[in-house]
């Protein structure tokens, strides 16, 4: 199978989720779903009848009081006050898409107060990450008094101080990991402190935002609902994009915030949904995919700016003057991204024993800091381990990583800290700095590390299974069950299924240059079409093969007014594996 890096695969693990036959009867009579679906939800962690009913009831009230996040009530009464004596207000972001929905949302509402509302998106290779000296200086010079930062300052002790000494209040509203002492802020708003009792560690900063903006409604007695129909689009969008787990409070925000994005009054937002072409009600996929990428490219190559303006204006010049230039650079990214990722190919085939390296740290002259996160995500998938990019600046080497599950990313940053210039994030998703000589130590501090929790030599690309099936089960009605499962995402995936032993009756490849592969499979009772998008090469290891195991996840394929049952093949094997 070829990988996102265009390399071979010589070893994908199939990990396949166990079924229990009497669990399943239970859950699906109770909850009207096929025993798959019940298996899907079991394996989920959500085996009660409770659970899997509200999993399929998305609403409001799923969404937790705003006022159990640590320090809301003072951040609440610092935003009141500057309401009454007309302060101005500076919202500082970031320059992902989180933090510029974010940034966009309370810039939105803040404005709706009242507030004189000044909003700064730091340069990622001018600024760097975080609330800066220089953006609270210049903040305090144009009359701001109260620096907000959002997706950001909660490592930034300097740059909080020094508002401090300006006579500013500040408030950090972060969803990142703080560190040892934090920022001396009026009010830190961050469901990751210690003691904190919210329900939901992962709410991103657009969600904080949302939180923050109903409770300041609250207390100002403005309905709840005027909140939600306003700002979901933007609090939907923020998670999405930053790859939060959609479960439990995310799930239904994501779920309602799609809702509201398929009718949203935001100009910016309809003409980049129209340049991406998406019609109907959006899914979770079109943000990860379609609207986040180009919203993430000009803080990846230039300046954000554009990016936060197209998610204020409310002029359709300008709306479809930014749409069009974040699309362009948004293919500037993706050349960039496969030029790193070709030379990372290399780089590990030539000089990295996967055997012995739990963690891959490289680093180029060449690459572009804001890319390297994302080409990170792909080594991850690729080579089954972390991977950290780095990319040099002056007399040090800049850069992202990223993680898999069973190991805690930022955590263990936080044991190469004396190697490090800065760094922070979370669990599955970091940014560091180092001086360029200490890369080799870094690398080794980091391999020490991972080594104490993963083998190396059981690292390799996987493929998460949800449940085995027969090809009976595949229905129309289990397709239509299945669709009630998203927004699909991080924590909650696109349900992946798997047949064993399927016998091939025919195949065929089809599209521009014969890519793809279609088969047929039967189990002697039932035949199924199967479609393998890219998965052309296979067709070659399967001469002489009869019986298969499939890897896919159903669809309904529509086709000349005709709706038929298709397995879309994510992989495939021959049974005797």
Known sequence: MADRLGIARTRVEWRIRPRDAQRERHLAAAVGVSPVTAALLANR?????????????????????????????????????????RQTVLVHGDYDVDG????ALLARFLSKLGVTVQHFIPHRIHDRYGLSVRAVEEAAAEGARLVLAVDCGIRDRRAVARARELGLTTIVLDHHEPGEELPPAEAIVDPKLAGSAY?????TSSGLALQLARAVAAARDIPDGYVLRAF???AALGTVADVAELIGENRALVTLGLRHLAQTKKLGLRTLLNLCQVNGRPRAMDIGFRLGPRLNAPGRLADPNPALQLLLTDDQDEANRQALYLDSLNRQRQGEQSAICDQVRAMVERDIDLDRTPVIVLASESWHVGVVGIAASQVVATYGRPAVLLAAEGESYRGSGRSIPEFHLAASLDRCADLLE??????????AQLARGNLEAFRERLCQVAAEQLDPARLCPSLGIDAVTELGEVTPELVEELERMEPFGHGNPEPRLAVKGARVVDRTLVGRDARHLKLWVTDGAQTHECIGFGLAQEEEALRGTQRVDLCFAPQMNEFNGYRTLQLRLHALRAASE
Do not use: K
């Open 45 to 85: 962690g959500l085996g009660t009848v409770e659970q899997a009913r509200a999993y399929f009831s998305p609403s409001a009230e799923q969404l937790h009081d705003p006022y159990s996040l640590p320090d809301m009530e003072a951040a609440v009464r610092l935003l009141n006050q500057a309401v009454a004596e």
């Open 422 to 431: 800065r760094h922070g994030g979370h669990a599955m998703a970091v940014g």
């Open 199 to 203: 329900p939901n560690r992962e709410l």
């Open 100 to 103: 510029i929905a974010a940034t």
């Open 232 to 234: 979901l689009d933007l």
